[in-house]
């Protein structure tokens, strides 16, 4: 496959970086990439927002199959006329909006699944708690965002950084950050630096699986107000709920003090408190 430069070129596309489209070019990059998903002929790894291809195409040529999800058609274009008649049985394209994507229908029967992606600036955030909410099938993923996002994925609780994308993740699997990438290495190159790192699912197992959605939306809510206590919080919210003596009793069970904000509650914690008003009041669903 031709350089991504040489591409843009040849089909007169103008990326648009407004939009969160920034080209990888630098293929040291590409590589380290590839490596830390350890491909291996025959694998499937889920490709989100593929570009013109620099990953895709190596992946391809590792003898993996590809399921690559791209929104813009100007892509997709160029990928079914470089990519898709050396790799016919083994790429396949998805014209579509990633977070519109049901990524368990679209792995079902090929699991074990790794996924891989040069996620777009603007749905960084929501594509990551899509990823971790939705139970996906993936055992592990090889991510490049903002360094920033990066630190707060990665950020453990009481910490500056440590919102409700850190508390979920956290639920849910591992966090290794691998290495940085300058805004040099795009076209057009962004605002800021990025980091790639890698995340290790892993079942969450303290949660029943018909309350995992009741679990994540007990979490969002935690985080909707950052300055108040989560007792505050929790009785401030509409709906049915246990009364302040109640509450104070569970907290007390969990082994929390009154004065804790949902940022200063790690996820086993978070996943301790949900069990108990759950348990106790049947009112979080």
């Excluded at 991504?4 to 080209?23: C, F, P, R």
């Amino acid at each position: 496959m031709i350089s991504q430069t040489a591409l843009l070129k040849k089909y007169g596309i103008k990326v648009k970086g407004d939009l969160g489209q920034h080209l990888l070019l630098d293929l040291n990059i590409v590589r380290k990439i590839v490596g830390a998903l350890n491909p291996q002929i025959g694998q499937t790894v889920l490709e989100i927002g593929p570009g013109l291809g620099v990953l895709t195409s190596e992946f391809l040529r590792h003898g993996m199959n590809v399921i690559a999800i791209e929104k813009d058609p100007k892509f997709v274009s160029v990928l079914e006329k470089e990519l898709l008649p050396e790799f016919p049985d083994s790429l396949h394209l998805i014209n579509a909006d990633a977070l519109k994507c049901d990524f368990n229908e679209l792995c079902e029967g090929l699991e074990p699944v790794q996924l891989v992606s040069n996620l777009p600036y603007y749905i960084t955030t929501p594509i990551l708690l899509k990823l971790i909410e939705s139970k996906p099938v993936f055992t592990r993923a090889v991510l490049m965002m903002q360094k920033e996002v990066a630190e707060r994925l990665g950020a453990i609780a009481g910490s500056p950084k440590y919102t409700r994308l850190s508390a979920a993740a956290s639920a849910v699997g591992s966090m290794e950050k691998l290495f940085t990438v300058s805004k040099g290495c795009f076209t057009p190159a962004p605002a800021v630096d990025s980091a790639v790192i890698r995340f290790n699912f892993k079942p969450l197992t303290q949660i029943e699986p018909k309350e995992h959605r009741a679990f994540f939306e007990f979490i969002k809510n935690a985080f909707s107000e950052r300055r108040k206590t989560l007792v505050t919080l929790l009785l401030s919210q509409k709906g049915k709920k246990p009364d302040r003596i109640e509450m104070e009793l569970i907290f007390k069970a969990c082994n929390l003090d009154l004065k804790l904000r949902a940022d200063q509650l790690n996820a086993d914690q978070l996943a301790q408190l949900f069990l108990k008003l759950l348990n106790r009041t049947g009112v979080i669903k």
